[in-house]
């Protein structure tokens, strides 16, 4: 009796080989969707920071009956590595949850005093090993951002991706005061936002590309530095356009095509890096009597 031979099932090479190819193809084709999906989700995260910033400010606002100041500078006729107190990123610190800090800063002479100088701010002393100006703040930094969330290039201080909009200059020369909502010494209410909440920009992205690894939180450390607390929103050069070549002079962020800004309304706005340099001028000036289409 003859015995019929079996056949072993298995995969041939070349049925492999295109199950391979099937998979690599469904891979290029799926990885792309899921790396933008993440994209999205970070984004609408940032712009909830944002978000919460502009709530922070209001409340500031209805206790203080102003916008916290750009940032403090006890003589601003010194030389501009001495700018070196205390910024918004500080004064909001209450109303985004962390009164602790804000008192600890407080307490150890913050407010008074060029903050550089006080160890437990800076350097931190046996009693308080995590400095203040070292405490990672999620609410201030973007989660696109790919530098993570201390200032490398700065003593390793607690960055910022958020910065307040100055208008045409980042302080102050003499009387001459800047055209936006935030610089030295500033204490702009919204009653002097003459050309509408809705229609003025107070906060934009700062970026660690063609920045100075963004800003940091605690304050204006060394205008020399480039770590200014504000930024330009001239419309004389695309050189301070969004995610132009300004540095820190201007607003970057590390989304595609533009940035998040704050409007005084409390809105967040997703403006493109290619708007139209008078309309983008227009909108961080708050009392330039223009009338503005918003994009």
Not at 99 to 113: C, P
Request: charged share 15%.
């Amino acid at each position: 009796m003859l015995q019929r031979q079996r056949r072993t099932k298995g995969f041939t090479l070349i049925e492999l080989l295109v199950v391979i190819a099937i998979i690599a193809i469904l891979i290029a084709l799926l990885l792309p969707a899921v790396q933008q999906a993440r994209e999205a989700a970070r984004r609408s995260s940032c712009k909830n920071n944002i978000k919460q910033i502009g709530i922070a400010m209001h409340n500031y606002h209805d206790v203080h009956n102003t916008l916290p100041p750009g940032y403090l500078d006890d003589d601003p006729t010194a030389n501009v590595t001495n700018h070196n107190l205390l910024g918004w990123g500080t004064f909001i610190l209450p109303y985004i949850e962390q009164s602790a800090l804000y008192d600890s800063i407080g307490s150890a002479g913050g407010f008074n005093n060029d903050w550089t100088t006080i160890p437990e701010i800076t350097t931190g002393t046996a009693s308080v090993p995590v400095p203040y100006s070292k405490i990672k703040l999620s609410a201030y930094i973007c989660p696109s951002d790919p530098m993570g969330g201390n200032n490398t290039d700065l003593s390793d201080y607690g960055k910022s991706n958020y910065t307040g909009v100055a208008g045409n200059t980042y302080r102050s020369s003499g009387s001459t005061k800047p055209t936006g909502s935030f610089y030295d010494n500033s204490n702009v209410a919204f009653r002097d936002i003459r050309d509408g909440l809705s229609n003025t920009m107070l906060i934009g992205e700062r970026g660690t590309e063609g920045a100075k690894n963004g800003t940091i939180w605690i304050g204006n450390y060394s205008d020399a530095a480039y770590y200014t607390q504000n930024a330009i929103t001239s419309p004389s050069s695309a050189y301070y356009g969004i995610n132009g070549t300004a540095g820190s002079w201007n607003f970057t962020s590390s989304h595609t095509g533009g940035c998040h800004f704050l409007f005084g309304d409390g809105a967040v706005r997703f403006l493109s890096e290619n708007i139209d340099l008078a309309t983008y001028g227009n909108m961080g000036y708050i009392a330039d009597g223009k009338v503005i289409n918003l994009p």
